[in-house]
């Protein structure tokens, strides 16, 4: 069982040297409506002992840790500025990792501009370096730089890249993986889960495979999903799904992968994915896989000249008629 200690938070960082002082420094800070840059993070964690990525009240969440040690770098409460507040391209479920998750946060111009202090380093690697001072050890900022005009995490991304990893027999179980690699009771074909999820591609309504959640719409273009057994690297042996879309809505990887999980251990039919995606209703025993084998590998952009752009489009409304019949090829 995966143990449920937090880690221990690594030592604060120096506070930043502050390039003014004295009371026109204070006015300065306090002003809430300064010019802001926006600041694009490139970021990886180990979801294990996170309550997911969104912060809720009382529970540990990558957001809230992430943005208290924005506001412990960049001292936005001491000086009477707005508290960091983050967008992000994927909201990981509770236990989902990361490796290549972005988001962005808006930070006035005057602490964006302090962050070197007295180092030759600039803005962006003094802000990566101080929050490695502060961030638990199971969150790194790897990048930070002034985003792009237009840029949104969230709205401005062309695709997510998730993968599953499973191991289906004992001499794969490494115990050092344990929080990683789901451990299947049965041998898998992964030839027969990759043949059952090709129908799914394509733009289709999803709710079959989603948990429901008020007022959000549950259509979203898959646009690759594969399962194979790589021969060679550290994924050899294992069973492992590349899942690519524009979005993502709850639970939708992980109840993809229940539903292949069934057909490779012989309990379905390699059609039966297919006609769970047609009936657009999702089953009270619907299988959904444990959260740990999922990893966000990458979140994919347009070029600089099309990210606002790509932004307005994703932000408007899908309706039920732009959907794909299931029956048809994926377009």
């Not at 969230?154 to 993968?163: E, M, P």
């Not at 069934?262 to 025993?285: F, H, M, Q, T, Y």
Request: aromatic residues 4%; charged residues 25%; glycine residues 8%.
């Amino acid at each position: 069982m995966t143990p449920t200690t937090e880690p221990t938070p690594a030592p604060a960082a120096e506070p930043i040297a502050e390039p003014i002082a004295g009371p026109r420094a204070e006015g300065a800070a306090a002003r809430a409506d300064a010019a802001t840059v926006r600041v694009r993070l490139d970021l990886s964690y180990d979801g294990t002992h996170f309550a997911g990525w969104a912060r809720q009240p009382r529970l540990r969440t990558v957001q809230g840790a992430l943005e208290e040690g924005l506001e412990r770098v960049l001292r936005t409460r001491a000086l009477g500025l707005p508290a960091p507040r983050l967008t992000v391209a994927g909201r990981t479920d509770s236990g989902v990792h990361a490796r290549g998750q972005v988001a962005h946060v808006d930070v006035p111009v005057e602490r964006w501009e302090a962050l070197p202090g007295r180092s030759d380093r600039g803005p962006g690697e003094s802000l990566v370096t101080r929050l490695a001072g502060v961030l638990p050890p199971d969150v790194v900022v790897h990048r930070a730089a002034p985003a792009p005009a237009g840029f949104d995490a969230r709205f401005s991304a062309l695709y997510r890249r998730y993968a599953y990893r499973i191991a289906d027999t004992a001499s794969l179980r490494d115990p050092l993986r344990r929080t990683h690699v789901l451990w299947a009771r049965r041998p898998l074909d992964e030839e027969a889960m990759h043949a059952a999820v090709q129908p799914l591609l394509g733009l289709r309504d999803f709710a079959a495979f989603c948990k429901p959640r008020p007022g959000a719409t549950t259509i979203r273009e898959l646009q690759h999903m594969s399962w194979e057994r790589p021969d060679e690297g550290p994924d050899a042996g294992l069973v492992v799904a590349s899942v690519v879309a524009d979005a993502f809505c709850h639970n939708m990887v992980r109840a993809l992968v229940g539903a292949s999980v069934a057909v490779g251990e012989g309990r379905r039919d390699v059609r039966w994915p297919a006609e769970v995606l047609g009936s657009r209703r999702r089953e009270a025993n619907a299988a959904v896989v444990p959260a740990l084998g999922l990893v966000l590998e990458e979140v994919v952009y347009p070029a600089d000249d099309e990210l606002a752009a790509r932004a307005d489009r994703v932000r408007a409304l899908r309706m039920d008629e732009e959907v794909a019949d299931p029956a048809l090829p994926a377009r």
